[in-house]
């Protein structure tokens, strides 16, 4: 995100390759666009010694080892901002820095369940369904990280005072969480998944299935969209169709909605509902939204260094966002990132002949 922002970002690796196990093109590892990669030692004094050059210069720093690891190595919050006063040092972990659990190895599924998030998807007659890692991992960890991140930049800038920022992804995911927990503690949301407004317990909140075995979507919940939606759909002479708003009459609601999109197809409904006010969209593949109509429009989807993928976000009216960088190997720019980091060429060599710093290729 800071990197799409137009931020010079250095990704410091190791120099030997961990990741899930899962391998890939890295052409095709889009979230490391937009910043090189500087494979680094820091289990060494020098490569420790040349991170803390680099530090001295940084506007910000983010880690995401478990808390402790990087006071162990000598490249901990309270020495870096004594070298360096204005520093934003941002700390990402699953379950924070402090509690039971912050010493505990997690994923996303975890930190979404302790917060509340996962119990509350899913259907009424199944188990709790993962929303991919979109909650824990990049919603509730790497934006409000970065929202940090610019905030303390802000504070730095204004004060000359850096600081820590303690990003969790237990805290982000609950932070998510907050309209829904609003109406849970309002009594009008039940702790039964798959039995609310919004999680596809209402039959006018739904996916359905068309003629042809895909899916599309409707989200009327005014009065006004829903019966336009009935209009729309034939069944508005139907008095069993209202009110909405009575749970009594979902289950018969739904399978009007049900019966109704199973005679005709995706496509069909796409031609009857789009550009209406019914709350309308199909539900998309991932292939199938890089070509649709309104997002091509938007340029959602971009070509950046041959290949597809979601551009850069938000849209701003005087600068343009742009990832110019490709995903990166490991170690592909430590030459070029010491160097302009200020590292003399003859460290550089003798830092690479060391093994302390790699470089690709």
Same mark, same amino acid.
């Not at 932070?175 to 919004?198: D, H, K, P, Q």
């Not at 169709?241 to 069909?268: I, V």
């Not at 789009?274 to 998309?284: K, R």
């Not at 003859?346 to 290729?361: H, I, K, T």
């Given at each position: 995100?800071?990197?799409? @922002?137009?931020?010079?970002?250095?990704?410091?690796?190791?120099?030997?390759? +961990?990741?899930?196990?899962?391998?890939?093109?890295?052409?095709?590892?889009?979230?490391?666009?937009? =910043?090189? +990669?500087?494979?680094?030692? @820091?289990?060494?004094?020098?490569? =420790?010694?040349?991170?803390? !050059?680099m530090i001295d210069q940084a506007d910000a720093v983010i880690e995401s080892f478990r808390p402790g690891v990087v006071e162990r190595m000598g490249l901990g919050p309270d020495i870096c901002l004594k070298r360096n006063p204005k520093l934003v040092y941002a700390r990402l972990t699953g379950w924070g820095q402090d509690g039971p659990y912050a010493q505990m190895a997690g994923h996303d599924i975890n930190y979404i369940a302790l917060s509340g998030v996962l119990h509350a998807i899913g259907s009424s007659n199944g188990p709790p369904v993962p929303p991919l890692n979109l909650v824990g991992d990049f919603g509730g960890g790497a934006v409000y990280c970065a929202f940090g991140v610019v905030s303390a930049l802000l504070y730095a800038q204004r004060t000359g005072q850096g600081q820590?920022?303690?990003?969790? $992804?237990?805290?982000?995911?609950?932070?998510?969480?907050? $309209?829904?927990?609003?109406?849970?503690?309002?009594?009008?949301?039940?702790?039964?998944?798959?039995?609310?407004?919004?999680?596809?317990?209402?039959?006018?909140?739904?996916?359905?299935?068309? +003629?042809?075995?895909?899916?599309?979507s409707i989200g009327a919940m005014e009065d006004?969209?829903?019966?336009?939606?009935?209009?729309?759909?034939?069944?508005?002479?139907? !008095?069993? $169709?209202?009110?909405?708003?009575?749970? +009594?009459?979902?289950?018969?609601?739904?399978?009007?909605?049900?019966?109704?999109?199973?005679?005709?197809?995706?496509?069909?409904?796409?031609?009857?509902?789009?550009?209406?006010d019914t709350c309308f969209a199909p539900v998309l593949t991932m292939d199938e939204a890089s070509s649709h109509p309104h997002l091509k429009a938007r340029q959602t989807y971009v070509d950046m260094n041959g290949v597809n993928?979601?551009?850069?976000?938000?849209?701003?009216?005087?600068?343009?966002?742009?990832?110019?960088?490709?995903?990166?190997?490991?170690?592909? !720019?430590s030459r070029q990132i010491l160097a302009d980091w200020g590292i003399p060429s003859d460290a550089v060599d003798e830092l690479c002949r060391s093994n302390v710093v790699f470089q690709a290729g």
């Amino acid at each position: 995100m800071l990197a799409d @922002l137009g931020a010079e970002v250095v990704r410091v690796d190791r120099p030997v390759a +961990s990741g899930l196990g899962v391998p890939i093109d890295p052409k095709f590892d889009l979230i490391l666009r937009g =910043r090189r +990669s500087l494979a680094i030692d @820091l289990k060494t004094e020098a490569g =420790r010694n040349t991170a803390l !050059h680099m530090i001295d210069q940084a506007d910000a720093v983010i880690e995401s080892f478990r808390p402790g690891v990087v006071e162990r190595m000598g490249l901990g919050p309270d020495i870096c901002l004594k070298r360096n006063p204005k520093l934003v040092y941002a700390r990402l972990t699953g379950w924070g820095q402090d509690g039971p659990y912050a010493q505990m190895a997690g994923h996303d599924i975890n930190y979404i369940a302790l917060s509340g998030v996962l119990h509350a998807i899913g259907s009424s007659n199944g188990p709790p369904v993962p929303p991919l890692n979109l909650v824990g991992d990049f919603g509730g960890g790497a934006v409000y990280c970065a929202f940090g991140v610019v905030s303390a930049l802000l504070y730095a800038q204004r004060t000359g005072q850096g600081q820590v920022v303690d990003a969790a $992804m237990v805290d982000g995911a609950a932070a998510l969480l907050t $309209m829904v927990v609003g109406f849970r503690r309002g009594g009008i949301w039940s702790s039964e998944r798959g039995n609310n407004i919004v999680d596809g317990g209402a039959p006018y909140y739904a996916a359905y299935e068309t +003629s042809d075995r895909k899916y599309v979507s409707i989200g009327a919940m005014e009065d006004k969209f829903y019966e336009l939606l009935l209009s729309k759909l034939g069944i508005a002479g139907d !008095h069993e $169709m209202r009110p909405h708003t009575d749970r +009594s009459k979902w289950a018969y609601q739904r399978e009007q909605f049900r019966k109704c999109f199973l005679t005709r197809s995706r496509d069909e409904w796409c031609d009857l509902l789009e550009g209406t006010d019914t709350c309308f969209a199909p539900v998309l593949t991932m292939d199938e939204a890089s070509s649709h109509p309104h997002l091509k429009a938007r340029q959602t989807y971009v070509d950046m260094n041959g290949v597809n993928q979601p551009g850069p976000n938000p849209r701003f009216s005087l600068t343009k966002a742009a990832a110019s960088i490709a995903p990166a190997e490991l170690g592909q !720019h430590s030459r070029q990132i010491l160097a302009d980091w200020g590292i003399p060429s003859d460290a550089v060599d003798e830092l690479c002949r060391s093994n302390v710093v790699f470089q690709a290729g």
